[in-house]
T-cell receptor, first 113, second 107 residues
């Protein structure tokens, strides 16, 4: 079945360590997105990529980095510069070639201790 | 002003009650998503709809594209329906999300 795979579902890291969250899709979608959710708040855009080897900052990009070396993969690195990394992270994708190609991953819950 | 507004923010219901969650949006879209998030859990996509109504079990989603409004209904609510429900409005190149409705169903 086609879809987005985010792994792992739960992730624990020590403060000061970089951590990379995986997002893989087999839908041939062009655009991919990373969102962050804090308790009691809505989802906010971190980074997005509309084509391979290109990506744009969202509203809260500071302390994060991404890469888009392959169409199907859009990993997000939470760096030690991110002051409050503990949050829920959601990956999504859009097929820009038609009206109904939208898909969401199940998310990764990152806890930094 | 948010592009997507959900109401209510919080909702508590007795088991068996009929529940309605509303979503209004200001962006032009071709389809709208309803997502479910259980406490401490991941996101599950419930519906994607572009017109009319969709039904899955006890869940019903409706959308009026002209009025830019969608509703999610839960019939015969059950404690396992307790979750946050989020509407998502995708435009051509990004998503706009509502802030979510936190539903608690009491036995």
């Amino acid at each position: 079945d086609g879809g987005i795979t985010q792994s792992p579902k739960y992730l624990f890291r020590k403060e000061g360590q970089n951590v990379t969250l995986s997002c893989e899709q087999n839908l041939n979608h062009d655009a991919m997105y990373w969102y962050r959710q804090d308790p009691g708040q809505g989802l906010r855009l971190i980074y997005y990529s509309q084509i391979v080897n290109d990506f744009q900052k969202g509203d809260i990009a500071e302390g994060y980095s991404v890469s888009r070396e392959k169409k199907e993969s859009f990993p997000l690195t939470v760096t030690s510069a991110q002051k409050n990394p503990t949050a829920f992270y959601l990956c999504a994708s859009i097929w820009t070639g038609g009206p109904y190609g939208y898909t969401f991953g199940s998310g990764t819950r990152l806890t930094v201790v | 002003k948010n592009e997507v507004e959900q109401s209510p923010q919080n909702l508590t219901a007795q088991e068996g009650e009929f529940i309605t969650i509303n979503c209004s949006y200001s962006v032009g879209i071709s389809a709208l998503h309803w997502l479910q998030q259980h406490p401490g859990g991941g996101i599950v996509s419930l519906f994607m709809l572009s017109s009319g109504k969709k039904k899955h079990g006890r869940l019903i989603a409706t959308i009026n594209i002209q009025e830019k409004h969608s509703s999610l209904h839960i019939t015969a609510s059950h404690p396992r329906d307790s979750a946050v429900y989020i509407c998502a409005a995708p435009t051509g190149n990004q998503f706009y999300f509502g802030t979510g409705t936190s539903l608690t169903v009491i036995p």
